[in-house]
């Protein structure tokens, strides 16, 4: 397991650090959310929290984060290939473990649409579905990287 | 539980073999980068049949002189 968080920047791939800068601005601005929340919901009911702005804020700081983030690795890395096959192996595998997160989130998205459910519920249960299977498909990738994938 | 692999190769041997070759330089010469030429000599990634043969073709020798399967 201490492998795992073993973090020596040099003997990572592109990927790989792409892949730290996108779990680490997920969960950061999911966290900001969730105290923000919080905070919110001690004078004011959940469902009466105005929510938008501040969930449109923690997402959209979170790709903006990412994609400089990922402009920062590409202008400091040494030259030569950014990705290779054993990279989009990865990524491929990865994403397939995560995929299945937003798929139950989309179907209880829907589900709590018919049951006309307030849409507080309806939009932070997508969210977190977003938010879990980003970080189940990093978790995945980096495990991959650290522990050695060897595909079928 | 993670999927291991039993099969084992001597890409750093032919390197050094073959005037001391760098990882970079293999890496360069078979499209990948350097981290999966690691990855791949310490045993934590199982390249394709299409790479495999293209390092042994590299180092002018046969599949079997590269990766290695236990009886």
Redesign the interface.
């Given at each position: 397991m201490s492998k795992i968080f073993d973090i020596d920047w040099r003997?990572?791939?592109?990927e790989?650090k792409w892949t730290w800068v996108f779990l680490s601005t997920a969960i950061i601005a999911f966290i900001a959310y969730c105290i923000w929340l919080t905070s919110q919901s001690s004078s004011t009911p959940l469902t009466e929290i105005a929510y938008v702005s501040p969930m449109l804020l923690a997402i959209g700081s979170a790709i903006i984060s990412t994609i400089f983030g990922e402009i920062l690795i590409a202008a400091t890395a040494p030259k030569?290939?950014?990705?290779?096959?054993?990279?989009q192996e990865i990524i491929k595998e990865a994403e397939h473990s995560g995929q299945f997160l937003v798929t139950i989130g989309g179907m209880a998205v829907v589900i709590m649409a018919m049951l006309k459910l307030n849409h507080f519920w309806i939009a932070h249960t997508m969210y977190l579905a977003f938010v879990g299977s980003a970080i189940i498909t990093s978790v995945v990738k980096i495990?991959y990287y650290k522990?050695?994938?060897?595909?079928c | 539980m993670l999927k291991t692999t039993q099969i084992t190769n001597s890409i750093r041997a032919l390197r050094f073999a073959n005037n001391e070759m760098t990882q970079a330089d293999l890496a360069d010469r078979i499209g990948m980068t350097r981290q999966t030429i690691i990855a791949i000599e310490q045993g934590k990634y199982s390249p394709s049949l299409e790479i495999a043969f293209q390092i042994a073709r590299i180092f002018r020798v046969k599949l079997e002189d590269v990766f290695h399967y236990p009886e």
């Open positions: 003997k990572m791939t592109h790989e030569g290939k950014k990705r290779d096959a054993r990279d495990i522990k050695g994938f060897y595909p | -």
